[in-house]
């Protein structure tokens, strides 16, 4: 069985990504409503392709944000983790 860290992650069917401006944040779109998430959940959720494991999506969190690079694996990780569980994510 795969670990989050191995599975390539993508949004799974049921969601839409976007940006709302009048929640003036990203959300995820589900039929029951909506989840309006914080910009570091944004900034995962925008690299959920597909295409990248966990660690291709640390790394590149960590160029484009320096400044928070001691953090960015550890909060990467818990909230895949927590996006899996709740549906929002499934393996490419």
Known sequence: ?????????????????????????????????????????????????GERNAEAIIADLAVSFPEHAEAIAVDTHAFLEAAFKKGWLRSA
């Open 1 to 49: 069985m795969e670990t989050v860290a191995e599975i390539r992650p993508r949004l799974s069917p049921h969601y839409v990504f976007r940006w709302e401006g009048s929640q003036n944040a990203h959300i995820l779109l589900y039929p029951e409503g909506l989840i309006k998430l914080n910009p570091a959940a944004a900034e995962i959720l925008k690299r959920c392709d």
